[in-house]
């Protein structure tokens, strides 16, 4: 009888408890033999179980080896299997992402309404825009000076002397002058130097309105500015404006004095008196160029002058006559360069 190794001990406890019955229900003389006759049994029984125990032993040896390659294979087998799930399901998820974008690409998607009805646009009609001529006041430049005369806050020359007043009333800088027959020169003069320029600019601009009233018949009226004076040496520019409608430009140097531009008519010069005409100049390096109406006139060139001074304005009467001269609106600047 061939038993396998895990079922040997179960096998002879049954067999046990079997004879051990036969011994009870057999008789005293016959249960001696059958005794003899079973222990020679269970000892050929003893025997048959060590030879299977080696048996058995040999089989779990190779069932174990046939799990371990059945086991080795099965992992390699769900590696494998793994590896092509990973795109799979990267490709699966892809494209239900694409579906999702498109699907709320398609619920977003804003609703075209038709087009109205198209209206012509309104004609606009353009204005022209105005010529503008530039000045010198137009420069980019720095303010030294602005008064408008309403009153003497910047402290302008005032006096009564001689038959030569100077006063600021009624928003205007006056000065009446009445010139004898007999004055020892040909023009009586009242000059007088530009408050605020105490820094003595060497280039600068300065302009003001000048209305000529009351002059009587045959006098000449001169409106003349005078700048980069210096009292140590007498020297200085002269820019002039005749009510003749001439303008010049002098210059007073080493005790000597000439003309840098002789007397020039000036274009679009009134000589009805009473008329408001702004006169004016500017001086840039060597560069000097009257003003008037805001228009820039012939320019002159000199540089024997070439530090900053004392401004001046002065009005000049021919002698026996008289006039009454208004200044407003007064700008001194240094212009940009």
């Not at 004076?229 to 005790?255: E, L, P």
């Amino acid at each position: 009888m061939h038993l396998t190794g895990g079922y040997a001990p179960r096998f002879q406890a049954v067999f046990l408890a079997q004879t051990n019955s036969v011994k009870m229900a057999l008789s005293c003389p016959s249960r001696q033999q059958v005794t003899q006759a079973v222990g020679q049994f269970i000892a050929g029984t003893d025997m048959s179980n060590q030879s299977n125990q080696s048996n058995s032993a040999t089989i779990l040896v190779a069932i174990i080896g046939v799990v371990g390659v059945i086991v080795t294979a099965y992992f390699s087998y769900k590696a494998g299997t793994a590896q092509l799930e990973i795109p799979i399901k990267a490709t699966q998820t892809a494209e239900v992402r694409l579906t999702q974008i498109a699907n709320f690409s398609i619920m977003t998607q804003p609703v075209i309404s038709p087009s109205p009805t198209w209206m012509p646009l309104p004609t606009i009609t353009e204005t022209p825009t105005p010529t503008f001529t530039a000045t010198a006041t137009d420069i980019a430049s720095t303010l030294l000076l602005q008064d408008d005369f309403i009153n003497n806050k910047n402290g302008w020359q005032v006096r009564d002397l001689n038959g030569i007043e100077s006063k600021i009333v009624g928003g205007k800088y006056i000065h009446s002058i009445s010139c004898p027959p007999n004055y020892f020169t040909s023009y009586c003069e009242d000059r007088v130097v530009v408050p605020g320029l105490i820094s003595r600019p060497r280039d600068l601009g300065l302009e003001l309105d000048v209305a000529m009233k009351n002059v009587s018949p045959s006098t000449e009226v001169i409106i003349v500015f005078q700048f980069r004076r210096d009292y140590r040496d007498y020297n200085y520019y002269d820019v002039s404006f005749s009510s003749t409608g001439k303008y010049a430009v002098d210059i007073a140097y080493n005790r000597s004095q000439s003309k840098l531009l002789g007397d020039t008519a000036i274009p679009s010069f009134s000589p009805n008196t009473d008329t408001v005409n702004r006169y004016g100049f500017s001086v840039m390096n060597t560069v000097i160029t009257p003003l008037f109406n805001g228009h820039e006139l012939l320019s002159v060139e000199d540089g024997n002058i070439s530090r900053g001074g004392l401004v001046y304005i002065g009005i000049f009467v021919s002698r026996g006559g008289s006039a009454v001269v208004e200044l407003d609106n007064a700008i001194a600047t240094v212009p940009s360069q």
